[in-house]
């Protein structure tokens, strides 16, 4: 059974730091992997996408790279903004499967 | 291109009474999933839907809970009889058509409904 888990469950920096979320999968055989953020009241915005054959997916400041044999990705964050506070949830698509299985989130706050 | 559209934002009901979710997929989407998010947790899957088919309810209880996707008109997530414990971030999100099965697209997630049972 698919399990997604994501360390630490809260972080708070300071503006300008660079910082790394991580996301665990206990099976390997995935078709992707989503990141996403949450805003408070306003749903879940898709961030990056990562085929299983892909090992980094990059979009401004944010890059999300894929070890499918170690069950991991990270979600790495440059040069962060009050802006990006938010909580950041990973989700992996099984394979052959259309439901998503999630992690519980990092929350993440950046500190002016 | 209006995105994934849920209604209502919140919604209160008390214990007994029925709920019911609305979700209109983005436009040329006909793949609809509801997710929902306990407090602390992270969301779960329940149902997937295509235009006028239940194509995996899985994730739903086996009582109170029921979803359809006519051919028009949004998706509706409809809970009898709710319990506190329905209490709940209700998620849809919508993908478009692509074969097979659309696993490779994004989905697109909505705004989502915040369910308070009283």
């Known amino acids: 059974k698919q399990e997604v888990t994501q360390i630490p469950a809260a972080l708070s920096v300071p503006e300008g730091e660079n910082l790394v979320l991580n996301c665990s999968f206990t099976?390997?055989?995935?078709?992707?992997l989503q990141w996403f953020r949450q805003d408070p009241g306003k749903g879940l915005t898709s961030l990056l996408l990562?085929?299983?054959s892909q090992r980094e997916q990059t979009s401004g400041r944010l890059n999300a790279s894929l070890d499918k044999s170690s069950g991991r990705s990270t979600l790495y964050i440059a040069a962060s903004q009050p802006g990006d506070s938010a909580t950041y949830l990973c989700?992996?698509?099984?394979?052959?499967?259309?439901?998503?299985?999630w992690g519980a989130g990092t929350k993440l706050i950046i500190k002016p | 291109n209006a995105g994934v559209m849920q209604n209502p934002r919140h919604l209160v009901r008390r214990r007994g009474q029925e709920a019911r979710l609305r979700c209109s997929p983005m436009?040329?989407?006909?793949?609809v999933y509801w997710y929902r998010q306990l407090p602390e947790e992270g969301l779960k899957f329940m149902v997937y839907?295509?235009?006028?088919?239940?194509?995996?309810e899985s994730g739903m209880p086996k009582e109170r809970f029921s979803a359809e996707f006519p051919k028009e008109g949004p998706s509706i997530l409809r809970i009898q009889q709710v319990v506190r414990g329905d209490s709940a971030a209700y998620f849809c999100?919508?993908?478009?058509?692509?074969?097979?099965?659309?696993?490779?697209?994004?989905?697109?997630f909505g705004s989502g409904t915040q369910l308070s049972v009283l």
């Open positions: 999100a919508s993908s478009p058509p692509t074969a097979p099965g659309g696993l490779r697209e994004k989905l697109f």
């Open positions: 436009k040329g989407h006909s793949h």
């Open positions: 839907l295509q235009k006028e088919n239940i194509i995996d």
């Open positions: 099976d390997s055989a995935i078709y992707n």
């Open positions: 990562i085929q299983s």
């Open positions: 989700a992996v698509r099984p394979d052959s499967n259309y439901q998503l299985i």
